[in-house]
């Protein structure tokens, strides 16, 4: 889930990767996970970004999504085909709070930041997913995709 606050600050979460997966030891990526037995995406995404952040949205406040990205990874804990939905939320503002997360989330998390669209752009940190500050740009211009973009897959 895209999370942009009333000063245009996006929400990133910051989490280690498996030892030896990746070049550096944490990476940012956006709000969301696994969709559960006959949920919706946008349900799924409510119910995520809940968890992990403790924001309250409905399912139908998200709308569509507005990207995706997908391919194979190998994660240490789980391998095979993945697709990433990204929905895009505005809110006022947000005190994280991770206490709802599962015990598998909470073990991989290390901390978040809000982000402006020129500190996004313009870092050298792994961000999840490819093409996050490009499409927050357009998002941000008030220019909604009319259906979802393909983002670069990041394994």
Do not use: Q
Not at 75 to 104: I, K, P
């Amino acid at each position: 889930m895209i999370v942009v606050d009333s000063v245009n600050r996006v929400l990133l979460l910051r989490f280690a990767f498996d030892p030896g997966l990746a070049p550096r030891p944490y990476g940012w990526c956006t709000p969301g996970g696994g969709v559960r037995d006959g949920e919706t995406l946008a349900v799924a995404a409510a119910r995520e970004v809940g968890e992990e952040v403790g924001l309250d949205v409905t399912a139908d406040r998200l709308g569509d999504p507005v990207a995706y990205t997908g391919g194979f990874a190998d994660l240490g804990w789980s391998a095979g085909d993945f697709r990433d939905d990204f929905f895009f939320v505005r809110v006022d503002g947000h005190a994280v709070d991770t206490s709802r997360m599962e015990a598998l989330e909470r073990s991989y998390h290390l901390g978040e930041r809000w982000w402006s669209l020129d500190e996004l752009a313009h870092t050298d940190e792994i961000v999840y997913p490819y093409g996050l500050a490009p499409l927050l740009g357009d998002l941000l211009a008030g220019r909604r995709p009319e259906s979802p973009i393909a983002l670069p897959w990041h394994h």
